[in-house]
């Protein structure tokens, strides 16, 4: 499973970063879709499961099965990718932010780019921020896996999200200028209305 938007101060959080919250919201898949349209040709499967995990979503790819204490939603069949909502508070951008960092990222080439740009682009500072961010975990939070994979699934995606989706707060103190104006163009290019079904 890929890691998703948490609240404040939890597992994908950089330090330093505050996230932001909504009102809850009917309907959220719906508005979601209505908001940003490229969300409906993805044939993603949704499922709002209200808990108390800390989470706000997951983004389950087609083939994770998930694990014994977190294990992949019934409904969501095997070779179908989905969202699992927890946090009646998730916002549309929530939904669209762990959707681009999780999958659009991996099937759709301006995406991808995006995402590999920004990964190079990453200053001293910023992964430093990261290591940080894995140590704490590790020892406050119980993550146990190795840095790599911590970082493939859930440190960079969550430093991806921050600034464009809204998530932190003091952007100007967590991305640099040429960081933040590539990412107002990618979601200039996520707010276009799709024309054809990414696959």
Do not use: C
């Amino acid at each position: 499973m890929a890691e998703g938007v948490v609240r404040s101060g939890s597992k994908g959080q950089v330090a330093g970063a505050t996230s932001k919250t909504a009102p809850p919201q009917s309907d959220l898949w719906a508005q979601a879709q209505q908001q940003y349209p490229i969300l409906s040709t993805l044939g993603l499967q949704f499922k709002m499961n209200p808990q108390s995990n800390q989470k706000f979503l997951e983004f389950w790819p087609e083939r994770e099965p998930g694990t014994p204490d977190a294990p992949r939603p019934q409904d969501f069949p095997m070779g179908t990718a989905g969202l699992e909502v927890y946090d009646p508070n998730t916002r549309p951008i929530d939904i669209l932010g762990d959707v681009t960092s999780h999958h659009l990222m991996n099937i759709d080439p301006v995406i991808k780019n995006y995402y590999s740009s920004f990964e190079k682009s990453l200053t001293p500072q910023q992964q430093a921020r990261l290591t940080q961010q894995y140590l704490y975990e590790k020892q406050n939070q119980g993550e146990t896996r190795p840095y790599p994979t911590w970082y493939q699934m859930s440190g960079l995606p969550a430093y991806f999200r921050g600034y464009v989706f809204n998530q932190w707060d003091r952007p100007e103190e967590l991305y640099t200028q040429p960081q933040m104006q590539q990412f107002d163009q990618m979601m200039n290019y996520l707010k276009q209305p799709p024309k054809k079904a990414v696959k």
